[in-house]
């Protein structure tokens, strides 16, 4: 499945974006998909994750109750809400998908900024 995130870009601290992942597969909704990120000189992290059902969201700790992941089925699109956005939270954002335990399509990145 090829991925097309887009939705990044420069915020002040406290603000919002959201996040887009368009996927190309008819068969998006047999994926489970996952937001990353990676910030200067660190390694990607895990951010958040949606099965393909949608049921059942996890997010790592820092993000939790800021950030909101959710999918449309029917336009094949995960999206991330970033809400009461930290200037730890730049980062290049990557979405993911996967069908079985790793993720194995990845989508090319999209720059958020948070400015203090």
């Known amino acids: 499945v090829q991925l097309q995130a887009s939705g990044g870009g420069l915020v002040q601290a406290g603000g919002s974006l959201r996040l887009s992942c368009a996927a190309s597969?008819?068969?998006?909704?047999?994926?489970?998909m996952g937001w990353f990120r990676q910030a200067p000189g660190k390694e990607r992290e895990f951010v958040a994750s949606?099965?393909?059902?949608?049921?059942?969201?996890n997010y790592r700790d820092s993000v939790k109750g800021r950030f909101t992941i959710s999918r449309d089925s029917a336009k094949s699109t995960v999206y991330l809400q970033m809400n009461s956005l930290k200037p730890e939270d730049t980062a290049v954002y990557y979405c993911?998908?996967?069908?079985?335990?790793?993720?194995?399509?990845w989508g090319q990145g999209t720059q958020v900024t948070v400015s203090s």
């Open positions: 993911a998908a996967r069908r079985s335990v790793e993720y194995d399509s």
């Open positions: 597969a008819r068969t998006f909704s047999a994926y489970a």
């Open positions: 949606i099965t393909w059902s949608g049921g059942i969201k």
